[in-house]
């Protein structure tokens, strides 16, 4: 009887087209205008290294410490700036064309000549404070104490950390991730309609389908599993399909921890569908009702994950912490999230199993609340 229930209810879902719709076609087509929206970002957000210039005249020749920090922080992987060494003329017809921001006249103090303000003039007005700063003092220590000096140069050199750098992985870092993120979690969340439809198709005093139903010579339950593992069937592969389409069409990186991720994705679409069931046992309205509850909650936690706004899940971590760990879409979101980081998996496993613990009280709470349901007549 329990594969009869199973056979015949997942036919059921598989015509059901308003929730095929929301758990697999709505999600697709917002992860394609997110695409189109936020393919660019990480390219913006790109730091280019700064186009300089500096006035090579006779000063500049005798100060052998500005040419070395010059080379210092033109050179690397990630460069601070790009320098020139030009005359005065063609520095100021490059500042003129736009072909620089500045160029550094070397004198004492150095000087540095810009033509509008910015954000990479800011930069380098930074900088040359601090070589400033710096060559002064080599000029006072070596007037007061030159036997310090070869210390003082080396301790100069060398940079204190006052922050701990938590391990991190090889991926490269990026803005648009958590948008898929929390986009998938929302898909998996979605998955709450096929629990409430689930609680709707028993509840003899809604439908005349859960009427049938509860005069079938089968136990509540053991039809409400059959139907529920017919649900999860449909969102396992609405889910897979997701996944598949995120990464191989629109080429989102999601790192090399693929078993882990779809881990994540089928343990958040279980969490959906007893969400979905829990809160349709409660609510004693109508299916408009329970699924309005269904979006607000949703909708409301991916607004909190950082769906809409990125930055939202950093203001809820820091503002009120005991609300991410509350959020299922956040939950899932940063499961991802520390996954794609981070080598360590602490924060992994603390996440999933809040959302293994989620599961169980909603599907505890629903088998308490249909137990004591009964019918005086149907």
Avoid at 65 to 74: M, T
Avoid at 151 to 159: D, I, P, T, W
Avoid at 278 to 300: C, D
């Amino acid at each position: 009887m329990f594969m009869h229930v199973y056979k015949y209810r997942l036919k059921k879902l598989l015509r059901t087209k308003e929730m095929i719709f929301w758990t697999l076609a709505f999600p697709i087509l917002l992860s394609v205008f997110f695409h189109l929206a936020f393919q660019n970002l990480d390219r913006a957000e790109a730091f280019d290294p700064i186009a300089t210039a500096v006035v090579a005249d006779a000063a500049y020749q005798e100060n052998s410490f500005f040419q070395e920090v010059l080379k210092e922080v033109s050179s690397g992987q990630e460069p601070l700036l790009t320098y020139r060494e030009v005359t005065l003329e063609e520095a100021e017809e490059l500042l003129g064309s736009g072909d620089i921001y500045g160029y550094f006249l070397v004198g004492d103090p150095i000087a540095m000549t810009v033509k509008t303000s910015g954000l990479s003039q800011n930069i380098l007005r930074l900088f040359l404070d601090q070589v400033n700063q710096r060559f002064s003092m080599i000029k006072s220590v070596s007037m007061i104490n030159p036997e310090s000096m070869e210390s003082f140069v080396k301790a100069l050199g060398e940079s204190v950390t006052y922050t701990i750098e938590k391990e991190k992985s090889t991926a490269p870092p990026s803005q648009i991730l958590n948008y898929f993120y929390s986009l998938i979690a929302m898909a998996c969340m979605y998955g709450a309609f096929f629990g409430s439809d689930e609680i709707t198709d028993i509840e003899a005093n809604i439908s005349m389908r859960a009427a049938r139903i509860q005069v079938a010579p089968v136990h509540k339950l053991k039809a409400f599993a059959a139907s529920s593992l017919a649900s999860y069937t449909v969102l396992l592969v609405n889910t897979s399909i997701l996944l598949l389409f995120l990464a191989y069409v629109l080429g989102i990186d999601f790192g090399d921890r693929a078993f882990y991720i779809v881990l994540t994705a089928y343990a958040g679409t279980l969490t959906g569908i007893t969400f979905g069931s829990f809160i349709s046992s409660l609510v004693k309205k109508n299916e408009n009702m329970k699924a309005a509850v269904i979006v607000a909650v949703t909708m409301g936690g991916s607004f909190l994950a950082g769906m809409m706004y990125a930055q939202m899940k950093y203001i809820v971590y820091d503002k009120a912490p005991v609300l991410a760990y509350l959020n299922p879409v956040n939950l899932i979101t940063d499961s991802f999230y520390s996954l794609y980081y981070f080598t360590d998996m602490g924060r992994y496993f603390q996440n999933l199993a809040l959302l293994v613990v989620m599961t169980i009280v909603f599907g505890l709470g629903t088998y308490l609340s249909l137990r004591r349901r009964r019918y005086a007549s149907i």
